[in-house]
């Protein structure tokens, strides 16, 4: 049976209410919007999507949805030195992978810069803006501190004609980079340092990813996000908490130019622990080679995750179980591993695969290159309707080196001189010998099998303390199986010593490949992506690196099982029993 993406289980039910879904419900109780719900989700162009906002997209498209509401998906392509069309399309690629749809309502901030190019020469008209000569340097020291007010710019008081004739020169492109801004005209001595005269607009001579060069001059964030969402009809836009304090600044502008005003509402980004989820470090991260690429699957990347093996249902099933409010916290990252492996648990197939092999001689088997037995194995006993498939058993087989030990300490019940197994889906065996290297090292093991005991079930009703797993030699599929761990040592990368940045926290060991793995014959023709549950391992993931007959995989998360338990008891052996 080749691994296959079956369709995905029965959604979760419906998530509690929050202080997000409680104001919509408000505002659809006062008619606020006329009875619109329109969200949207605004990503800049320079990177690819993570985790963290795999949150944001789910609330956007999720509330939108329960309240017959539409969802926009619309780039903030405002930076043309940092924007390409590669992450436009990465971008397009996993929300779509995510579960979800904008149908025809895909935008672009620069399909408005000629309407916010007029709006900030409204402003201008209205005395509400102003052409700056000051450096960004100067700027930051005119701004003032959170306990010192801002110091008026000496060319704040400009006349309305003059600064109109500025800002049309600096539209033709007159001027050189960095040599003037356009700021808003608020208040130098407000709290809120947003509110300080904040630049509207740059002088960049760049080349624009959609616009080419007919721009030399963009707006910034702030001016261009909620001109936009008004531009759509926004109704609720919702950000993560930084932009509180921007909330101000946001309705100031859309109020002085009189134009639709949506509500922005802020919540609490995602933070899980191990993970980096800066889209400036991570770019660090592929542009320094420590990692492969974007889509690497140590990255939380959607694309890496996706590469890894996740599944988009887990990652929604995952956001909606960890909520919205107005606090930042720290996620644990097994929180979203238990979603993952909840998912894959239901639709995964079980095969079986050895990553570290050693060969194994069923000496009172037939030698005969021929004798081989079709044994019986369930491909999934969490889902009856998978079915079963045939698992070729012959003389000579491969376990993991793990399972077995010339030597065992108390307590370990898997194969080791004179003791009996099972071998899943197939026999009882009993190791009678071992052969050794010059070194010294078991390198094959000596068994019998009782062929009474087909199925793994003793009809003398013996009983057995362990079931290994296994995979015929003339029948296994060479592999590469590439383990991962956490990219990071610590659950906070961020903290490190003086003098170091974040990359002193990863991890050396975070990945491992294995290049002679043996697989069960079920496994040699799996497509990409396909998800399968290796047995007694973990949760695998074909990556699209495999050819034809020579499979590659990774793994996706690892068994929460008493094998695993078994392997942290190692400070007290004693109480290990294997």
């Excluded at 109780?29 to 990177?47: H, I, L, M």
């Excluded at 303390?465 to 383990?483: F, Q």
């Excluded at 490190?496 to 014959?521: H, M, R, W, Y």
Aim: charged share 25%.
């Amino acid at each position: 049976m080749t691994p296959t993406n079956p369709p995905p289980p029965a959604g979760p039910p419906a998530a509690p209410s929050n202080f997000i879904r409680d104001i919509i419900l408000r505002d659809l109780e006062s008619n606020k919007f006329a009875g619109r719900v329109q969200t949207r989700f605004p990503p800049e162009p320079n990177g690819y999507l993570h985790i963290g906002h795999a949150k944001s997209i789910c609330l956007n498209f999720g509330l939108a949805a329960e309240f017959g509401g539409k969802t926009n998906l619309r780039f903030d392509d405002t930076n043309p030195e940092k924007e390409e069309q590669e992450y436009v399309d990465s971008i397009i690629d996993n929300v779509h992978w995510l579960g979800f749809d904008w149908e025809d309502r895909v935008f672009f901030a620069s399909d408005y810069f000629e309407q916010i190019y007029q709006w900030a020469l409204e402003l201008i008209r209205k005395g509400k803006a102003y052409v700056c000569d000051l450096t960004a340097e100067e700027v930051r020291k005119y701004r003032g501190t959170l306990t010192e007010p801002g110091k008026e710019s000496p060319y704040r008081n400009r006349t309305v004609e003059e600064n109109l004739d500025l800002f049309q020169r600096m539209r033709a492109g007159e001027f050189p980079d960095g040599s003037r801004t356009l700021r808003a005209r608020v208040d130098m001595a407000s709290p809120n340092l947003n509110m300080r005269d904040p630049v509207m607009y740059r002088i960049l001579h760049a080349e624009h990813h959609r616009t080419g060069n007919a721009w030399p001059i963009y707006p910034m964030y702030d001016y261009a996000h909620g001109q936009s969402d008004s531009i759509e009809q926004i109704t609720h836009s919702i950000c993560t908490l930084e932009f509180e304090d921007h909330r101000p600044l946001y309705d100031w502008f859309v109020e002085q130019l009189g134009i639709f005003h949506p509500q922005q509402i802020e919540f609490d980004r995602l933070n899980l622990t191990y993970t980096m989820l800066s889209k400036r470090k991570l770019l660090q991260l592929v542009q320094d080679k420590l990692v492969r690429g974007w889509d690497d699957p140590r990255m939380p990347t959607l694309s890496g995750i996706r590469r890894r093996g996740y599944t988009p249902e887990a990652i929604r099933n995952f956001c909606g179980s960890i909520g919205v409010s107005k606090t930042n916290g720290i996620i644990e990252l097994g929180l979203l591993e238990h979603f993952v492996r909840e998912d894959l648990n239901k639709r995964a197939p079980r095969m079986m695969a050895v990553l570290r092999p050693l060969r194994v001689v069923i000496d009172n088997y037939p030698e005969a290159t021929d004798a081989v037995d079709e044994l019986d194995a369930v491909n999934n006993p969490e889902d009856a309707s998978a079915g079963t498939r045939k698992v070729p058993f012959s003389r000579v087989l491969y376990i993991e080196q793990d399972d077995f030990k010339e030597d065992p300490p108390k307590g370990y019940y898997r194969l080791s001189p004179g003791k009996e197994v099972r071998l899943r889906w197939g026999y009882l065996i009993t190791c009678v010998s071992v052969v050794k290297d010059e070194q010294g090292n078991v390198v094959e093991i000596h068994c019998t099998y009782d062929p009474a005991t087909r199925g793994g079930n003793a009809p003398d009703g013996r009983k057995v303390k362990s079931t290994i797993h296994w995979v015929s030699a003339a029948h296994a599929v060479d592999a590469e199986v590439r383990l991962y761990e956490t990219l990071f040592t610590k659950e906070n990368p961020n903290a490190v010593e003086e003098g170091q940045d974040f990359t002193a926290n990863i991890n050396p060991n975070s990945l491992e490949v294995l290049t002679n793995c043996k697989l069960e014959p079920s496994l040699a023709a799996v497509e990409p992506f396909g998800r399968v549950q290796f047995e007694r391992l973990g949760y695998f993931c074909a990556d699209p690196d495999s050819a034809p007959g020579r499979p590659v995989f990774n793994r996706t998360v690892a068994l929460r099982d008493s094998w695993a338990k078994i392997e942290k008891r190692a400070d007290n052996p004693a109480k290990a029993k294997v």
